[in-house]
């Protein structure tokens, strides 16, 4: 095998990756009989002893349902979910907790927006503003928009490296746009997009933005009150929290602003046949008994984050994905999809001569989990004119030497079918 490029810089300096590894007890996993090399990140993180107590501490000794009950058990239950809303609140930046909404992912975050947003705001004739680039989370909920108002949907194209063209972004947010929408990180291609340049630009026509964060929250630090945006989603599972857990965050005057989208307990503050009253944000957006063990799970993950240190992760993930672009440079017929400039820890990528999928199965049998597909983003993939790609995504727990056995076994699968 080739030695590694010797201009790739050394790994951060206090970031010890090998202890860190040993929080995640998933990582001791053989697969194949060979140990777990897990580059799936961008589709879920896997998930530190902490966290995994925090559920287990919650079913054991705290669970009751929240906000209605009088007793000690109700009160405590009630406690930990809002802690969690605080806790999401100073990780994000938010001003305040009542900013917070939990749901169950970014995607259904996206929806409620799309929902309530467009049924005060958006007109017959009036224009959502995507990228190209945009997962179908991003997509689909203004689709529906659209066809149910009459608005139109615009869509901003990006560049062969995968960057936003913003001279077009800045001829198409006009006076008919209501909103922009898009990633802060994409999914398919790691592209981090220009945010304060296209929410100057949305800001600048009196439309609105929204950000998703799915891919950039565990990545990079997010101040919503630094991106000015007006609502920025993201989820607990690719946070190395739990599964069915999402925060939307909107600044508190949309949030007084917007009708409730769904119906039921907990979100009303009176009701009668006649007339139902709201109860105020974020319970408004709340219909139902919430996700408490997922908040609780949540809270565990985003203190191992801060206490990891958001800038020292994204070095770290920084620094692996330079190393990991160096090497896949070094295959003859392996061609990068997505060379942004400015990018996250997504390496996209598709292998002369072999459908993604195989190369994807293959690596499996080497104990290493990529993802082949479209990525829930079929349009990014179109641009590209490729089938699919492969995706290694990393994640603040992957080392250079698993890169060094992802390449290897990629260098394995391209021989395979040369010959
Ligand atoms: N947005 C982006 C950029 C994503 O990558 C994803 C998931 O892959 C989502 C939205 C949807 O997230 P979830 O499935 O957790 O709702």
Not at 89 to 114: M, S
Not at 399 to 416: C, G, S
Request: glycine fraction near 8%.
């Amino acid at each position: 095998m080739n030695a590694p490029l010797l201009h790739t810089p050394p790994p951060p300096t206090g970031y010890d990756v090998d202890r860190v590894r040993e929080d995640f007890p998933i990582l001791r996993t053989r697969v194949h009989g060979h140990p777990l090399v897990y580059l799936d990140n961008a589709a879920t993180t896997q998930k530190p002893q902490s966290v995994i107590d925090a559920l287990v501490r919650y079913y054991t000794e705290e669970n009751a349902n929240v906000h209605r009950g009088v007793y000690q058990l109700s009160a405590l239950a009630t406690e930990r979910y809002e802690e969690a809303r605080e806790a999401v609140r100073a990780y994000l930046h938010a001003q305040t907790p009542n900013e917070i909404v939990f749901l169950r992912g970014a995607t259904e975050a996206i929806n409620l927006v799309a929902n309530s947003f467009g049924k005060a705001f958006v007109r017959a004739g009036d224009e959502i503003v995507l990228t190209e680039i945009e997962h179908h989370s991003n997509i689909v909920p203004w689709q529906m928009l659209c066809a149910r108002t009459g608005a139109r949907l615009r869509i901003i194209p990006v560049d062969e490296a995968g960057e936003i063209d913003l001279k077009q972004a800045a001829e198409m947010i006009g006076p008919k746009t209501r909103m922009v929408a898009f990633s802060h990180v994409s999914n398919a291609l790691g592209t981090i997009l220009p945010v304060a340049e296209l929410t100057s630009l949305a800001h600048a026509q009196g439309a609105a933005v929204l950000i998703d964060g799915a891919q950039a929250a565990s990545h990079l630090a997010v101040d919503v009150r630094r991106l000015a945006c007006d609502f920025y989603v993201c989820s607990g599972h690719k946070m190395y929290g739990p599964t069915g857990i999402g925060v939307l965050y909107a600044r508190e005057q949309w949030l007084e602003d917007l009708p409730p989208w769904q119906g039921g307990g907990d979100m009303i503050e009176t009701v009668h046949f006649d007339k139902t009253t709201y109860a105020s944000a974020p319970a408004k957006f709340e219909a139902g008994t919430p996700n408490i063990a997922g908040a609780c799970g949540l809270t565990a993950a985003l203190r191992y984050l801060q206490t990891l240190g958001l800038s020292r992760i994204a070095h770290h993930e920084h620094d692996l994905l330079e190393y990991a672009t160096a090497r896949m440079h070094e295959l003859k017929g392996v061609r990068i999809i997505g060379q942004s400039t400015r990018k996250a820890a997504v390496l996209s990528f598709v292998v002369e001569g072999v459908h993604p999928h195989d190369v994807g199965t293959l690596l499996d049998q080497d104990g290493i989990a990529v993802r082949a597909g479209h990525h829930c983003a079929m349009p990014t993939i179109e641009h590209f004119q490729v089938p699919a790609t492969v995706r290694a995504s990393f994640g603040l727990y992957n080392t250079r030497e698993e890169v060094n056995r992802f390449i290897e076994a990629l260098a394995r699968v391209r021989e395979m079918f040369l010959t």
